[in-house]
């Protein structure tokens, strides 16, 4: 065996060093990437032929009273005549984020199924929101990374598109922001009146979550309580809870999967893990938190400390579709 002279030994053991240290920081690094939530991707989603498929059914409650509505002042924000549709008729204006039936069962819950890696063909179309009497509809919706979101101006007012991906523990970042034109099919006049909504044009904008991300929210920069919140899926096994609090996701590969439910006022994702087995059903009722304590920053006081009067003109503030509940 040949014997190292003494600068080859120094060498070597330089090498030694710094191996051991690239080492470490790959360790330390994939430790981070792991804290953060951004694992490994995985393979990619495969189509085939679904044989014996089981299903995954139940309802999802909501455990404690439900929240009232968050309340956010008519005179801070613009257009208080025509958003006042959605206000109670003495200067709040109301953003219902739950909805839940007289037991209790959350609406607006999204349900989906991670770790399917081969089912169904995965077609899911650009999800389209609306702007209609100064809120965003769906609440709750789902988006794909890489696609598209639609906004629809339905309203005569201007909007303000702020989209951002979000994470408990990431935090948020901006995605786009763009301007929501007047909807040119209305006629100024008696903004009271009932229209007919006619759609404006089209504003398509792609997403791309970054991180680990999987939270999309949209909110309008002029009327802060339009709120439009979607979660990112990465196949079609998922469904979105109804007035019932109910879900039914069927056609499911064999095998054992994370059951995940998710409402965007809740807190972190609901998981459970579940196994589907040949032309097997499996019923997994489950319960989310509902908030606790008073919203201070939403929270409806009467009588407002900012009414209708400071605007400095008579104003008669019709809560037209507040009455329609």
Known sequence: ????????????????????????????????????????PSAAYEVVEVRNGGAVTGAIALVGSVPAPKGFNLVTFPDPVYCGRISDGNGWRLLHDFT??????????????????????????VPRVEAR??????????VRDGHAVEVVNMDPVM??????????????????????????????????ATHRHLPGPSMLERIHLSKGRRIFVMQCGFHAYMESWALAVTSLYYVITDGA?????????????????????????????????????????????????????????????????????????????????
Request: proline content about 8%.
């Open 1 to 40: 065996m040949k014997r190292l002279t003494r600068s080859e030994q120094r060498d070597t053991s330089c090498k030694r060093r710094a191996t051991k240290c690239a080492r470490a920081a790959s360790a330390t690094l994939l430790g981070l990437s792991l804290g953060l939530g951004t694992a490994c």
């Open 245 to 325: 609090g109910r879900y039914a996701i069927e056609n499911i590969p064999p095998g054992t999967y994370r059951l995940v439910a998710w409402h965007p006022q809740t807190g972190p994702m609901l998981e459970r893990m579940v196994t589907v087995e040949p032309n097997g059903r499996v019923t997994m009722n489950l319960s989310l938190q509902a908030p606790v304590g008073r919203r201070t920053a939403f929270q409806v006081m009467e009588p407002p400390r900012f009414g209708p009067g400071v605007l400095g003109r008579p104003l008669e503030i019709l809560p037209l579709v507040e009455h329609q509940h």
């Open 133 to 142: 009497d100064c809120r965003f509809s769906p609440f709750v919706t789902v």
């Open 159 to 192: 909007h303000d598109v702020q989209a951002y991906e979000t994470s408990l523990l990431l935090g948020a970042r901006v995605l786009f922001n763009s301007p929501l034109p007047m909807n040119p099919h209305h006629k100024r006049g008696d903004i009271h």
């Open 100 to 125: 839940a039936d007289t037991a209790g069962r959350l609406k607006d819950v999204v349900v989906m199924l991670d770790g399917v890696e081969a089912g169904k063909s995965f077609d899911l179309s």
